[in-house]
């Protein structure tokens, strides 16, 4: 029986997925959800059951990062382990690792071992600084990311000291960007029957998501700061209380500012001298957000909401997690979906966040339990029942 696949879009692919922790599960998830036969390679060690970096197998964090594929079991450091990898390697068509750049060199299995036996295939990397480099030997996790890429400079409120954002931002980043690499590559390699290396790190994923405060320093030599919730050049833009809560409102230009200032009641602010451009509004937005204060603290947020969207000012309630998925767009979105499972635990994660029209993404197969499909991927694969018997013997799957 066909292995059950999350779309058609990618099912024409095969992936060997050696990932581990996040950013690397992260990247694979995007292909397993759009339909790719992915099989990740559970590591045939001691403390190959624990899992430590990445949480227990059945806790939340791993059941989200590892839905939709299959596992196997493989010990690496065995020469017959690697052997078995070689053969799976040369019928796939997409490898993908997060070791440490010099570790898969040590194992045989970099991108220039196994484009020898295999030229088409395509190869993702992500490591912490790089595949090469001052720090390329370097352990990277995401925090230590978001401080040398910048973020916690710009983040928290000023005289604070720096500030982590609440989400491992480096290595989600990192795993979309090099899920994009791998995608952009298997299209090239329609065009030259080669694949490729593709390759990221958490460093590079962190500062390429700076965006225009990256492109303020390059450009024009400021040096961004901490804001808090304000918004660096549009303002009014932040946080502000109101009679139950808090609530943001986000002004560009002139026009919603003075479309905010009249569903506010305050029409004469915007031609308050102090107020009226941009630059007159960033000198003074201390004492602007303090006059907002005063208005918003009058009414509710969900009033507020409902009377600055019919201004047409953008605007929005701060919700806690529980409350985002009780919101009625989150719900009507259908994001939060059910994982089907043959002990029918509870199962409910977060889906892809874009649509395909023809060819939709879906929760199909739970998380699989440790080398749960070892038998039946190598039969797949052309192992004969002798090989796989072998194999189990020898501890090598």
Request: hydrophobic share 35%; aromatic share 6%.
């Amino acid at each position: 029986m066909p292995a059950p696949r999350a779309s058609q879009a990618l099912s024409r692919f095969t992936v060997l997925d050696l990932t581990r922790v996040r950013a690397g599960p992260t990247c694979v998830r995007q292909l397993a959800d759009w339909g790719a036969n992915v099989i990740k390679i559970d590591a045939l060690l001691e403390d190959a059951g624990g899992e430590q970096l990445g949480g227990a197998r059945r806790g939340s964090d791993f059941q989200n990062l590892h839905r939709n594929k299959r596992a196997m079991t493989l010990n690496l450091k065995d020469p017959r382990g690697l052997e078995t990898f070689k053969r799976l390697a040369k019928k796939a068509d997409v490898v993908v690792e997060n070791f440490r750049p010099d570790v898969k060199a040590k194992l045989g299995i970099d991108y220039e071992s196994l484009r020898q036996i295999n030229p088409g295939i395509v190869y993702g990397s992500i490591s912490g600084f790089g595949q090469d480099g001052p720090y390329h030997k370097r352990p990277g996790f995401d925090q230590i990311a978001q401080g040398m890429g910048g973020l916690m400079s710009i983040t928290g409120t000023p005289g604070e000291g720096p500030m982590r954002v609440g989400i491992p931002v480096a290595d989600l980043t990192a795993g979309l960007f090099c899920a994009m690499g791998i995608l952009t590559a298997l299209l090239e390699r329609d065009v030259s029957g080669e694949g490729q290396w593709v390759q990221t790190s958490l460093l590079q994923a962190q500062i390429f998501m700076l965006d225009f405060q990256a492109s303020r320093w390059l450009m024009e030599q400021d040096v961004a700061k901490q804001v808090g919730n304000d918004h660096p050049t549009s303002i009014p833009t932040g946080v502000f209380r109101t009679s139950d809560g808090y609530i943001n409102i986000a002004t560009a230009g002139g026009k919603i500012w003075e479309r905010c200032a009249q569903a506010l009641g305050a029409p004469e602010l915007p031609k308050r001298p102090e107020y009226a451009t941009a630059p007159d509004r960033s000198r003074n937005r201390k004492e602007l957000n303090a006059e907002i204060n005063k208005l918003t603290e009058k009414k509710s947020t969900d009033s507020w909401v409902k009377e600055l969207n019919a201004a047409g000012v953008p605007c929005g309630p701060i919700y806690s997690i529980d409350q985002m998925f009780d919101d009625e767009q989150v719900k009507h979105l259908g994001i939060a979906q059910d994982v089907p499972n043959v002990e029918n635990r509870p199962i409910r994660l977060v889906g892809q966040p874009f649509k395909l029209s023809r060819t939709p993404s879906k929760m199909v197969a739970p998380p699989p339990e440790f080398g749960e499909q070892t038998e039946e991927v190598l039969a797949e694969f052309g192992f004969s029942a002798g090989e796989i018997a072998e194999l189990r013997q020898a501890k090598v799957v």
